[in-house]
């Protein structure tokens, strides 16, 4: 017998009911003949034989960030003396946070047990999944695998760090299976708002854990790649025991649109205006980043590159393959001046806000190379993230008092989520039908929402797990 606690060995903030049960999956039953005795003889054909359970041990599931919080992404998964980690993001500080810049997990428990640690498998290149590594290597030195988008990303960040010689890095092809000693990971083809994005089914002695990282179900991606369903399908056929999945949008009803819809709000946008027109957006975001320079090169704009996370981005999925720049289109920033307002586009960071960012500063009138003025046309090609509404409506205030034109989600549909709703989200708990879930990626509302969508497709109430991050000790 074997309780479920064991199944999944974490601090659980929410265990409603007492379980108890047995479960087939953490146990191995074999015959085995008794011994003959010396003084007498068993009768004939009397077969006596006794069964013998072996417990497996417990798999612990430890996440040291990304539950009851947005960003800082990071699990542990620990086997008897090996372990894996998933992801290893940063977040961004609170008004509270004076004099911080960033925010990253409390990575204490990795450094006590860095001889357990296999690797470091990362689901997709987003900061809130790749920004804490520079300041895991700092600690452990551990092998990284990774898509191929993904680690030209972490490359980029571990040259900035001086890391890059020191650190191992491993090329995955989405479909293919690693060999992680007592657990394998295998790379299965998802749908997000950046390129090479995995979710992750995760082999282990006690049974299957599939990990979706950040996803949405989005059936015309710009690149073609859709989410692998046949892969996930054929896996949830194999009795999965626990899925952790993405809770980022699991209080909205219905679907998450497609990317593809924000290149034709662009070709609206763009096609009569004579105004200079300014981007703001994630500079991950490059089926975003793509599709506003189609807009300028069809209607006859040069585009100039603002933000130096913006520029390493453009440059790194251009050398990736990833991105298709006609020829001639861009411009160095230095020669906007150059060029009539109504020939020029300038896609720039600050989609958020952030006090140091390029868009922040023009809104101030700080900005070196770009003087906003009333013929500009300025589009937030994002919404905020909670937490950062104070700082883009500041900008957009401060826009809007130099006369600039400023269009943001409130008034047009010029950014999609890269997170599935709750049909997404019911979609995935179909294919892969688990014994157990736990929602992850979300803050406490939203881990809720997402266990209530899981209930209302018949996972009983008491397999449902909200969790807590693991606090040092």
Not at 75 to 92: K, N, P, S
Not at 133 to 145: A, C, D
């Amino acid at each position: 017998m074997a309780d479920t606690n064991e199944i999944l060995n974490n601090n659980s903030l929410k265990k409603t009911k007492k379980t108890r049960k047995t479960t087939k999956e953490l146990t191995n039953i074999v015959d085995i003949p008794k011994k003959k005795s010396t003084s007498r003889k068993p009768r004939k054909n009397r077969k006596l034989t006794e069964e013998v359970r072996f417990k497996k041990s417990p798999l612990k599931i430890i996440p040291l960030g990304g539950l009851l919080e947005i960003g800082k992404n990071i699990t542990v998964f620990e086997y008897e003396d090996e372990i894996i980690i998933v992801d290893c993001g940063l977040a961004f500080p609170t008004e509270d946070m004076l004099g911080v810049d960033l925010v990253v997990a409390d990575m204490s428990y990795l450094e006590k047990n860095k001889n357990k640690i296999k690797g470091l498998f990362v689901t997709h290149g987003h900061e809130d999944h790749i920004g804490g590594i520079p300041y895991l290597l700092r600690q452990v030195n551990v092998p990284i695998y990774g898509t191929k988008f993904t680690l030209g990303l972490i490359r980029n960040k571990l040259e900035e760090h001086r890391l890059l010689k020191s650190t191992t890095l491993y090329e995955v092809e989405q479909g293919t299976t690693i060999d992680a000693g007592k657990m394998k990971v295998e790379f299965i083809r998802t749908s997000h708002s950046i390129p090479d994005a995995v979710s992750f089914a995760i082999y282990t002695p006690v049974g299957i854990v599939v990990h979706t990282g950040d996803f949405k179900i989005d059936y015309t991606p710009i690149d073609g790649q859709r989410i692998d369903f046949g892969r996930l399908a054929e896996i949830g056929r194999k009795n999965v025991l626990l899925l952790m999945s993405d809770s980022t949008n699991a209080e909205r009803k219905g679907f998450t649109k497609s990317e593809s819809t924000i290149g034709e709000v662009f070709d609206e946008l763009f096609v009569h205006c004579k105004k200079r027109i300014i981007v703001a957006t994630f500079a991950s975001n490059v089926h975003r980043v793509q599709q506003i320079i189609d807009a300028s090169y069809e209607n006859g704009r040069k585009v100039a590159i603002c933000g130096k996370s913006m520029v390493k981005m453009i440059e790194t999925a251009c050398e990736l393959g990833y991105m298709n720049i006609p020829k001639n289109t861009l411009i160095d920033i230095d020669l906007i001046n150059k060029y009539a307002d109504e020939k020029l586009t300038i896609i720039t960071t600050g989609s958020q806000g952030e006090p140091m960012s390029a868009l922040t500063r023009m809104a101030a009138g700080d900005h070196k190379k770009v003087e906003i003025t009333p013929n500009d046309l300025v589009i937030i090609s994002a919404n905020p993230i909670p937490g950062n509404e104070k700082f883009v409506t500041k900008v957009i205030d401060d826009l809007m008092q130099i006369g600039a034109e400023v269009v943001y989600s409130s008034l047009a549909d010029i950014h999609v989520s890269g997170h599935g709703c709750q049909e997404e989200q019911k979609l995935m708990l179909s294919l892969i039908k688990p014994k157990y879930f736990m929602p992850v990626h979300g803050e406490y509302r939203q881990l809720i929402a997402h266990a209530e969508t899981a209930e209302k497709l018949g996972i009983p109430h008491e397999n449902i797990f909200i969790m807590k991050n693991r606090k040092s000790t």
